[in-house]
Each structure stands twice: as structure tokens, then as C-alpha cells.
């Protein structure tokens, strides 16, 4: 079984930062990329930013050039430094990593951490 955990997470004011960590535990698998989705309320889940093995990275529109996405692949985790935080950014970030495990690829998600922007 694989399970993703993430931290970081909290209450910051407009113009702070916070950096969300993830890692993934388990044995016998192979991940082929990871992520952070965000689900605001009375808003569907959407993709914040998401990095491949070959280094590949895509962000939403709203975070770039604020968020940056890296990975540290010999720990199987994933960070999302997100920087001149805005109230729109309050949202539940969940991690997510597309893996392969027992020659299947699967999507596994976190349980979600919470980020608010408030004054």
C-alpha cells in the first residue's frame, strides 16, 4: 500500500509564504510524477502544479511566477513553496503522485492540508 502525507500547511496573511511538503511511503513502487491539487469551497478540485520524472513542470495559470514545485525524488516527496499568498489561494491542497505499483499505474492522493490566507 502506498500513502502520501502532507504537511505545511496554516493560516498566513495576504503577501506571506508557506511551503507544503509530501512524502510518500510504501514499498514496491515507482513513482512516475507528482503534484498538488486545491479544492476551494464551492469549487471544484484543480491542478496548482504538477512536476514529471524527466523534470517537467506545469502550473495553473493563477500561481505562476507566486508557486514553485519541486521534488526530491530519493525521498519520494514533493514541495509547493508558495509565495505572495493571496486570498484566493484558501483552499485544502491535497498532494497527489501517479504511480506505478504491481505493473498498474494508479492516481493515489493525500489527505489534504489546509491553507488560509486571511488579514
Known amino acids: 500500500q502506498v500513502q502520501l502525507v502532507e504537511s505545511g500547511g496554516g493560516l498566513v496573511q495576504p503577501g506571506e509564504s508557506l511551503r507544503l511538503s509530501c512524502a510518500a511511503s510504501?514499498?514496491?513502487?515507482?513513482?512516475?510524477?507528482m503534484g498538488w491539487y486545491r479544492r476551494a469551497p464551492g469549487k471544484e478540485r484543480e491542478l496548482v502544479a504538477r512536476?514529471?520524472?524527466?523534470?517537467?513542470?506545469n502550473y495553473a495559470d493563477s500561481v505562476k511566477g507566486r508557486f514553485t514545485i519541486s521534488r526530491d525524488n530519493a525521498k519520494n516527496s514533493v514541495y509547493l513553496q508558495m509565495n505572495s499568498l493571496k486570498p484566493e489561494d484558501t483552499a485544502v491542497y491535497l498532494c497527489?503522485?501517479?504511480?506505478?505499483?504491481?505493473?498498474?499505474?494508479?492516481?493515489?492522493w493525500g489527505q489534504g492540508t489546509q491553507v488560509t490566507v486571511a488579514s
Open positions: 510504501g514499498s514496491g513502487f515507482n513513482i512516475a510524477a
Open positions: 512536476i514529471s520524472n524527466s523534470g517537467i513542470i
Open positions: 497527489n503522485a501517479w504511480i506505478l505499483r504491481d505493473y498498474v499505474y494508479a492516481d493515489y
